[in-house]
């Protein structure tokens, strides 16, 4: 067993005393030694669901089992849990060997077999070198590293990370987010973990629950969230590129479902040939490729992307747009369900 999330629901109280519903009937099972990302908007409750499976926030209804055992009313001690957040939270006068070990010791955990974890995990993370080094003397990523050694030695049932990268440049949040996921898997631990970045959500998590206002609107795998997001929302969410929705009208219908293509699914065709005919309003290269704007006569916006071989139509010229049917998405409205 990993971590089971049963009917969460927490409300907080605004200034004004008005109701904030930060989680409503959340169900998340984290299968063990599964890595399981949230992600969603900034304020859709990210935080309170980790913080409720951490027992910092205690929830107004709902069940929360971590290994089998029912932890709803434990302390955060209690419940067999490694917690690591995004300001490291190191101890500035100790050195790294100690900041490591200092739950360990604090837990009376014999000498010998800290000395032993604390050499294995700094092997783990990179750290052997830095051992003796003060947090000062160490960079942002080394830090993190620390503070992961640190969640790893404890031998927790679960890893709950919420945005653990998030102070880090560009190039050590790729590195860093390659060595969480290495040492998930060896550690065969369950982890929960929290960020808003759909890019970080897609290249770690087994599975990925979409958080939006409290509920979770999908969870599935990476391949199921792109290739059937189950709301328009989701569809805009999750991928590089936001999918592009398209109202009835835009296709010269009365009514019916919103139709969504992903800009990689669109080609170019002459103007007046292929589903629609727009002007270009502004062309992004990105290297190998490039995304145009179009906007339809009716001032839908339409994003495509083309190889940058192929090409690229000049900014306020008119360009046709074509995709293959099977490409398509419906959703019922802009933000809602999929019909098809
Ligand atoms: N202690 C609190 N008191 C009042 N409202 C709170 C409290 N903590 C969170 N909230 C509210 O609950 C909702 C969910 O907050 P939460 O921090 O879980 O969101 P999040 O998805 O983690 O956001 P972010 O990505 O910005 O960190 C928000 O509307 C937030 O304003």
């Known amino acids: 067993m990993g971590i089971a999330i049963h009917g969460a629901h927490k409300s907080y109280r605004s200034r004004r005393k008005q109701p904030i519903t930060a989680l409503a009937e959340v169900d998340l099972h984290v299968a063990r030694g599964e890595l399981m990302v949230v992600v969603g908007p900034s304020g859709s409750g990210k935080s309170t669901l980790l913080r409720a499976t951490a027992g910092l926030e205690a929830l107004d209804a709902g069940r929360i089992e971590i290994g089998g055992r029912d932890v709803t009313t434990a302390a955060p001690g209690d419940r067999d849990i490694s917690l690591v957040f995004q300001d490291y939270a190191l101890f500035p006068h100790l050195t790294v060997t100690e900041n490591i070990a200092f739950g360990q010791r604090a837990r009376g955990v014999p000498k010998t077999q800290i000395t032993t974890d604390v050499a294995q995990a700094a092997a783990m993370l990179g750290l052997t070198a830095a051992l003796a080094r003060y947090p000062r003397e160490l960079s942002g990523g080394e830090r993190q590293r620390v503070a992961l050694a640190r969640a790893m030695v404890r031998r ?37 973990y929290v960020t808003h970045d759909q890019t970080e959500a897609l290249a770690l998590g087994d599975r990925i629950a979409v958080v939006r206002a409290g509920r979770i609107e999908q969870v599935g795998t990476p391949d199921e969230l792109y290739a059937r997001p189950s709301t328009a929302f989701i569809a805009r969410f999750i991928g590089t590129l936001p999918m592009n929705l398209l109202p ?14 992903r800009p990689e699914r669109t080609h170019l065709a ?71």
């Open 156 to 192: 927790p049932k679960a890893f709950l990370l919420d945005e653990p990268l998030a102070n880090l440049d560009p190039d050590l949040r790729l590195r860093t987010r390659v060595e969480i996921r290495e040492l998930q898997r060896r550690l065969g631990v369950s982890m929960l």
């Open 248 to 261: 009835p009208e835009a296709l010269g219908r009365e009514s019916g479902p919103v139709t969504g293509i």
């Open 270 to 340: 002459q103007a007046g040939h292929g589903h629609l005919t727009g002007r270009v309003a502004a062309v992004e290269p990105s290297g190998e490729e490039t995304v145009l704007h179009v906007v339809c006569p009716d001032t839908t916006r339409i994003l495509v992307r083309v190889p940058s071989s192929a090409g690229v139509p000049r900014p306020g010229s008119e360009t046709g747009i074509t995709w293959s049917n099977a490409d398509e998405h419906h959703f019922a409205s802009a933000e809602g369900p999929r019909t098809a």
